[in-house]
């Protein structure tokens, strides 16, 4: 089977399970493993922060963002079809006690104006408590329900300027910033300069078997720490998966642009389908949506055929290209594709 249903997917190759066995471990609730302070201390350097807390899921990250940021009764500003907002289980309010204010970007992007209608300042005419505070703005690069698109870095700085204008803090759902990066050449940590606070993850793009971080100032990254623990995130000898993940970091973000080209075949087979409709705009990294009738259908006769991908609405279907996915996969992915469509 062709598993394409998405990047979270991989199998760790057999470098990274000698590195994880070998890899040396104390306790992380104690602050002693050396391998969990390594891929901290990495991670930090490449996105240009203080420091870098290694949590179990890109989920408890943003959470955790939402809390260091945030107090029960506060508004956040992001956009409508964030992951934070559609693929967390209603975590910010179940967990962080906020609200969302959703905006309505183009591929996932929104404006600076569209940040400060969303965030308006309190009018001295009403009392204060009258309205929920907006505190927190975030963006998500690369942008999963809009196609793994890519926020352009001129934007975030515009973002950016408007929320330190605005009075707002700023967190990154950096998940597949790896991805982002590959595409455009712009460095980790440039990117990461346009928020106060960024998710990585490794356990997408970069094929480890589990984890994510958050990374930011000094101060907000121990208080990070205590939502860790809080949230039932607390690891011991978490040298043996941080391994996983450092070796991921150091091994695999090169080799990136691969599934960004598999990608495009694919798409643009997609499009070369009567029966198929695709926004090959949208196609920027490993991400493929596309839509046909009965998508569920298409996705059984799919699998039939070797090949797995995952219906995400009635007519709507990913495809996510990632390291255990080859050139030949995707010729024989693409041959499947199109003996079920009929083109």
């Known amino acids: 089977m062709i598993d394409l249903r998405s990047d979270t997917v991989t199998r760790p190759t057999e470098a990274m399970r000698a590195a994880m066995a070998s890899a040396p471990v104390g306790d992380d609730v104690l602050g002693d493993d050396p391998t969990v302070r390594r891929l901290e201390e990495r991670v930090a350097g490449l996105l240009g922060k203080e420091d870098a807390v290694y949590v179990p899921s890109g989920t408890m990250a943003n959470q955790i963002a939402l809390r260091v940021h945030t107090r029960p009764g506060d508004r956040v500003v992001m956009d409508a079809d964030s992951h934070i907002r559609v693929h967390e289980s209603g975590a910010p309010a179940a967990l962080a006690g906020v609200t969302i204010a959703p905006v309505a970007g183009d591929l996932g992007v929104f404006t600076p104006d569209q940040l400060a209608e969303a965030a308006p300042g309190p009018s001295p005419d009403f009392p204060p408590g009258l309205f929920d505070p907006t505190t927190l703005v975030t963006m998500e690069n690369t942008h999963n329900e809009a196609g793994g698109t890519i926020w352009p870095l001129e934007s975030m700085q515009s973002i950016q300027a408007t929320a330190s204008r605005l ?33 990585v993850c490794f356990s997408k793009g970069l094929g480890a078997p589990i984890g994510s971080a958050l990374a930011g100032p000094q101060e907000v990254i121990d208080r990070a720490r205590w939502f860790k623990k809080m949230y039932g995130g607390g690891f011991r000898q978490a040298g043996i998966i941080a391994a996983g993940a450092l070796h991921a970091v150091d ?93």
């Open 167 to 199: 009075g707002l803090g700023v967190h990154l759902d950096g998940a597949r910033l790896w991805n982002a990066a590959a595409a455009t050449g712009i460095d980790l940590a440039t990117y990461a300069a346009t928020a106060d606070t960024v998710n």
């Open 251 to 343: 091994h695999h973000r090169e080799r990136l642009a691969e599934d960004h080209a598999n990608a495009r075949r694919f798409a643009e087979a997609v499009a070369d389908i009567d029966t198929l409709s695709i926004d090959l705009a949208a196609v920027h990294t490993n991400l493929v949506y596309f839509d046909v009738a009965n998508a569920q259908q298409f996705v059984d006769r799919l699998r039939a055929e070797g090949v797995d991908s995952l219906a995400v609405g009635p007519d709507r279907i990913r495809v996510v290209f990632h390291l255990d996915v080859s050139d030949d996969d995707t010729v024989e992915a693409i041959g499947a594709l199109r003996k079920v469509a009929g083109g």
